[in-house]
């Protein structure tokens, strides 16, 4: 009842703080100087005049993109544990939640990595800051997910995502791109769930974020399925149930056999067959990805227009990756020296 | 080659003349008499000599060829030989910048696919790190004919004129997939690219290190991360082999293990972007068209030095 007096009390701190971290999110004007960056040094220069100041001083050169990449994702780490260590209660527990989503890729990194015999000393610094767990150096030691579940996950955040997906089969590619799937999955309704329940204007952002996440990742497994081994009954336990198209647009795409299908099923539903409209493949198209992106992008940006609510942090840190990627595009399109799409990035503000 | 003509009148003094002999041009003459030149079979002898037919000989049936004739009328001056065999460079020349250029362009895409990929799908997703370390095996392997003969250098009357006198033989590259590509995952979109593969062989194969020539052959690249330069290597030169890194089979559906674990592209996952797929095309296109350059530059080494020895023997004939 009336959460709009109460709120302030316990995260107005941490609310005030990210609309200030919102502010220092790229402009257009600062893309249109990042594109015209002849080399990574280029690049460096510019961003020292953003919000980002001087984060990539004391790296040796030759710059690389996986040395920016690795800054770029150390600024928001700091900012994002900083309002963790900050937050009470219901708050603690979003951004726990929004944290899952980086162990889920961290626990799939390492047990790929060691897959194709790389060591584990050398796959944790890969891993993504926010996403660490105390049992995670000890993934090396399972070779299937029964023991991934019995000997890492189960004192984790993770365990009750992992419960859908146990088997007794030894990991290799396919299991392990189906475990990073069904814990995706797990994890997206349980937050759906809590959203929820949260109610109010919280409920009513990120219901919606949540819905289109469910909804890309069902589109996008399908898309990307075919031609390779996954059958399609495997293919529908991975699709994600808390978005538009359950129960009925789910079950087309499970049918689905080719592009054109996918695009038939997302005639049905306004807001996606926009979307794939105009995308494909061909120079200069949109790529429908790139259209996930971008929509993403518009609807994170709308949950700024809402106060008193939890989908402000959720939008920040989505907005801050889409950022990233932005920085990380460019510098690759400068440093292979191919400019040709370099303005594919999303602008956000 | 060698013409034969096929007389049904009465045998002239021509007939099983012509048959052991090299017939090279039939001409009229200014007198209007037919007159033939051909050359005797004497291999180490480039004589040529002059006959002509008695009036009243037919020729129901000949086998011409125009483009023969000039060639003909070339093989009848080392001068003009020369000039043949300069245009005959040019060609391979050109031939081999275009197919340096499509490599260049082809590299190119296959890298910006490549980051494409990784805009998608996450930096750490498509890095380094993915790969195979330790029983890493190359897909495709190159196979060396050294005998010089018929894979790619065209045959013509000339070349074969000329084959006594080369001095070297010049070894063809052709390439082979490592083992039987009949099972392998299908990748869809794979462009239908003119491949010398599906062989399977395990002798006689010399295998090269394709990674290295690809590194070298990469050439607009200066600014390459370490990522990406292993990436490449990689990316072109390396399969999955048995999996006995984690214990042993995962089945995918009855597929022998074997097949299953060709795609390099699953060191990626299952569910990879499009793009990814299509760097993956590109780069195996590029591994193809490194092989023809190479086959090019040696048909062009061995057409400069055939073009050494007829200008020396050009130059003793008129000394001489």
């Known amino acids: 009842m009336m959460p709009e007096i109460s709120f302030n009390i316990d995260h107005g701190y941490l609310e005030g703080l990210l609309r200030g971290f919102k502010s220092g999110i790229l402009k257009q004007a600062d893309y249109l100087n990042l594109i015209q960056c002849e080399t990574l040094d280029d690049l460096k220069l510019h961003l020292q005049s953003t919000d980002y100041g001087n984060f990539l001083a004391n790296e040796p050169s030759p710059l690389t993109v996986s040395v920016i990449d690795d800054k770029l994702r150390e600024k928001l780490v700091i900012e994002v544990e900083h309002m963790r260590n900050h937050a009470l209660e219901p708050l603690s527990t979003f951004l726990d939640y929004v944290k899952y989503s980086y162990m889920i890729d961290n626990v799939i990194l390492l047990i790929t990595g060691t897959l194709h015999g790389r060591p584990i000393h050398e796959l944790l610094p890969k891993c993504h800051p926010l996403g660490t767990f105390d049992q995670l150096a000890a993934i090396n030691l399972a070779n299937t997910s029964i023991m991934l579940y019995n000997a890492v996950l189960v004192d984790t955040p993770l365990a009750p995502y992992i419960k859908d997906c146990i088997s007794a089969e030894d990991l290799d590619e396919m299991n392990v791109e189906i475990i990073r799937n069904t814990l995706y999955k797990s994890y997206l309704e349980d937050f759906y769930n809590f959203c929820k329940k949260q109610g109010g204007a919280t409920a009513d952002v990120m219901c919606e974020a949540l819905a289109f996440d469910a909804d890309r990742r069902a589109f996008i497994i399908t898309i990307n399925s075919f031609g390779t081994e996954l059958s399609k009954d495997d293919r529908m336990k991975l699709y994600p149930r808390c978005g538009n198209l359950y129960p009925t647009g789910l079950k087309m795409l499970g049918e689905c056999d080719d592009y054109e299908q996918v695009k038939a099923v997302a005639d049905y539903y306004p807001q996606y067959k926009e979307l794939f409209e105009n995308s494909g493949s061909n120079p200069g198209e949109k790529t429908l990805e790139d259209k996930f992106f971008e929509h993403e992008v518009k609807l994170m940006k709308k949950a700024f227009m809402q106060q008193f609510q939890f989908g402000v942090f959720y939008a920040y840190i989505r907005l801050k990756e889409q950022e990233n990627r932005n920085i990380l595009w460019i510098g690759e399109c400068v440093a292979q020296r191919h400019r040709a799409k370099i303005d594919s990035y999303i602008p956000i503000f | ?320």
């Open chain 2, 1 to 320: 080659f060698s013409f034969y003509l096929i007389i049904d009148s009465k045998p002239q003094n021509c007939s099983y003349f012509l048959k052991f002999n090299r017939l090279l041009l039939i001409f009229d003459d200014i007198f209007g008499n037919s007159r033939f030149i051909y050359q005797k079979l004497d291999l180490d002898l480039d004589l040529y000599y002059c006959g002509h037919f008695s009036r009243d000989f037919r020729f129901p049936y000949i086998l011409p060829a125009s483009d023969s004739e000039k060639k003909m009328r070339m093989a009848l001056s080392p001068k003009e030989k020369l000039d043949e065999k300069v245009l005959q460079i040019f060609d391979a020349l050109e031939e081999l910048y275009k197919t340096q250029e499509r490599l260049e362009q082809v590299m190119k895409d296959g890298f910006f696919n490549m980051s494409r990929a990784r805009y998608s799908m996450g930096l750490k997703r498509v890095s380094a790190d993915q790969i195979l370390e330790a029983e890493m095996r190359a897909n495709k392997t190159v196979l060396i004919c050294e005998d010089g003969s018929p894979v790619s250098i065209e045959e013509n009357f000339i070349a074969s004129l000329d084959k006594i006198n080369a001095t070297e033989t010049s070894p063809m590259f052709t390439l082979h997939q490592a083992t039987d590509s009949a099972e392998a995952t299908p990748v869809p979109e794979i462009t239908p690219k003119p491949k010398d593969d599906v062989k399977e062989s395990e002798t006689g194969l010399r295998k090269r290190n394709l990674g290295e020539d690809l590194s070298k052959l990469s050439l607009k690249d200066n600014d390459h991360d370490e990522s990406k330069s292993d990436k490449e290597k990689n990316e072109t030169s390396s399969s999955k082999s048995g999996k006995n890194v984690v214990g042993d089979h995962g089945d995918g559906g009855g597929k022998s293990e074997e097949a299953k674990a060709k795609n390099p592209l699953n060191l990626f996952g299952i569910l990879v972007s499009r793009e990814l797929r299509t760097s993956q095309n590109r780069f195996e296109e590029a591994v193809s068209l490194a092989v023809q350059i190479s086959n090019l530059k040696q048909q062009l080494r061995s057409l400069q030095s055939q073009y050494k020895t007829l200008r020396n023997a050009a130059t003793q004939s008129t000394c001489t």
